[in-house]
C-alpha cells in the first residue's frame, strides 16, 4: 500500500481533531457562569483564569466551583473520547483505500488532547470577548479530563501525585507543577512509545505556570488559599 495517501489522511484527520477540541476546550464556563451568578468578570479576580478555583474565590460558593469543574473536565474527555473512538474505526483515504485502526494509538486522540489543552489555555472565545488573545487558564481541570479519556492510568498518576504533593506542602503551585512533570514520568515508567508526547504536554502546562513556580521557589507564593480575590495573579 502507498503511504503518502495513509500519512496524508492521518495529517488531515489530525488537524481536524485538533481544530474540533480546540474549539470545544475554549468555550469559557468559568467565565460564563461567573457572569450569570455574580455580573462580575473572573478575570478581574483571583488569578485572573478562567477556570473553577477562580469561580470559587469570585462567587464563594463550592456548589459554583464543582459546576465550573465538572464542565471543564468534559472540556477534555469529551472531544478527546470521540476521537480516540473514531481512531479505532476505518478510515478512507483521498484515493479511496480503507485503512483500519490507521489512527488508533496515534496522532487523533494525541491531537485531541492537545486541542483541548491548548483551547482552554488560550481561548478563542474569550479572544472575541476581550478583543485580545491572550492566556486564560492553566489547562489542569481540562487536562486532567483529557487524560482520563486518553489513558486512565496517566490521570490516576498525574492527580494522585498532584494532590499528595499539595496535602504534604500546603502549595497549590507545588501540586499543580509536580503533577505536570509526573506525566512524562508515567510515560516513561509505562514504556508507553507516546512518552514524547507526554513530555512535550507536560512541558506546556509547566510553561502556564513558570512564573508562579519561580515566585514560589523566591518565596513568594502563598500557602493553599481558596477565599483571596485580589491575587496571586498569573
Do not use: C
Request: glycine letters at 12%.
Amino acid at each position: 500500500m502507498n503511504a503518502a495517501p495513509v500519512l496524508a489522511t492521518t495529517a488531515l484527520s489530525a488537524l481536524l481533531a485538533f481544530i474540533v477540541s480546540y474549539a470545544i476546550g475554549s468555550i469559557p464556563w468559568a467565565y460564563t457562569i461567573v457572569r450569570l451568578v455574580t455580573g462580575e468578570d473572573v478575570t478581574a479576580h483571583g488569578t485572573g483564569n478562567v477556570g473553577a478555583m477562580n469561580v470559587r474565590r469570585t462567587t464563594d460558593s463550592w456548589a459554583w466551583f464543582v459546576v465550573a469543574m465538572v464542565a471543564d473536565v468534559l472540556k477534555g474527555v469529551l472531544p478527546v473520547g470521540v476521537f480516540k473512538y473514531l481512531a479505532l474505526g476505518t478510515l478512507l483515504t483521498p484515493t479511496g483505500v480503507a485503512v483500519s485502526g490507521v489512527l488508533g494509538d496515534g496522532a487523533l486522540p494525541m491531537a485531541a488532547v492537545a486541542g483541548a489543552v491548548f483551547g482552554h489555555n488560550y481561548s478563542a472565545w474569550m479572544a472575541l470577548i476581550k478583543g485580545r488573545f491572550a492566556r486564560t487558564g492553566k489547562g489542569l481541570a481540562t487536562g486532567a479530563g483529557a487524560l482520563l479519556a486518553y489513558d486512565w492510568r496517566y490521570f490516576v498518576a498525574v492527580v494522585t501525585v498532584g494532590l499528595l504533593t499539595i496535602a504534604v506542602t500546603r502549595y497549590m503551585m507545588a501540586g499543580q507543577v509536580t503533577a505536570a512533570f509526573t506525566l512524562p514520568v508515567a510515560a516513561a515508567l509505562l514504556r508507553s512509545p507516546d512518552w514524547p508526547f507526554a513530555l512535550a504536554m507536560g512541558l506546556v502546562v509547566y510553561g502556564a505556570h513558570h512564573r508562579r513556580f519561580i515566585g514560589l521557589l523566591r518565596g513568594q507564593e502563598p500557602k493553599f488559599y481558596i477565599h483571596d480575590r485580589s491575587g496571586p495573579r498569573g
